[in-house]
């Protein structure tokens, strides 16, 4: 199989944009869980184009990326790449439509409210975003501040993130792809119970 990585900019963690990419990341990719408009174009439906598919903002001290990770086959890697990059250009050329986001909003407030379940999270939680700047109430906030962003937020980061693209495909020395192929019978020296 080859591995697909298409990496765009991203921001530091102490960027007032976090949640605008974190909605976007939700309505790209499902926001860490199998879902979003990749998870629907790649393997959802009828389509069965990749073996994974995920995105993922990292969020560094000072910078950060953007990534989308795919296993796929050899004679998938061309499409399974354009439709990943169009759908970076659709988040560039149409705002997100208002279920669409209120979903992802849905996502990203279920999602926060799991990662704080125990007292051990919270209080982990709660030293990490003191010792990072944002402040050791970020936790209470983030809920309103991912209310707050619209999908006109949402478009004008993709155009500032998706604006280049760095691409990195891993292939086999010898691909090899199976089409078609039947598995033999099984011997009765395979089956001791025959």
């Known amino acids: ?6 990496g765009a900019n991203g921001m530091s963690v102490n ?17 860490g869980y199998p879902g979003g408009r990749l ?10 184009l990749v073996y994974v598919v995920g995105a993922f903002p990292f969020y560094g001290k000072s910078a950060g990326f953007y990534g ?14 354009q439709i990943v990059l169009s759908h ?9 439509p208002a279920e669409e986001l209120e979903n992802a909003r849905q996502m990203l407030r279920t999602s926060h409210q799991l990662s704080l379940e125990t007292i051990e999270a919270q209080a982990r939680s709660t030293a990490v975003n003191e010792v990072l700047g944002l402040g050791w109430e970020y936790d209470q906030k983030y809920v309103e501040l991912i209310e ?9 980061l993709a155009r500032e993130l998706f604006a280049q693209a760095l691409i990195v495909r891993t292939v086999p020395d010898r ?7 039947e598995v033999p019978p ?4 395979e089956n001791p119970g025959k």
């Open 39 to 48: 998870f629907e174009a790649l393997r959802g439906g009828n389509e069965d």
């Open 68 to 81: 989308v990770i795919t296993q796929t086959t050899l004679n998938n890697l061309d499409r399974v790449q």
């Open 15 to 31: 960027d007032p944009k976090r949640p605008v990419l974190d909605l976007l990341d939700a309505v790209l990719a499902g926001t």
């Open 186 to 189: 099984r011997s009765d020296a």
């Open 1 to 6: 199989s080859c591995g697909l990585f298409i």
């Open 175 to 181: 691909p090899v792809e199976i089409l078609n192929a």
């Open 88 to 96: 970076f250009r659709r988040l560039v050329d149409e705002p997100v």
């Open 148 to 156: 707050a962003v619209t999908a006109e937020d949402i478009q004008n």
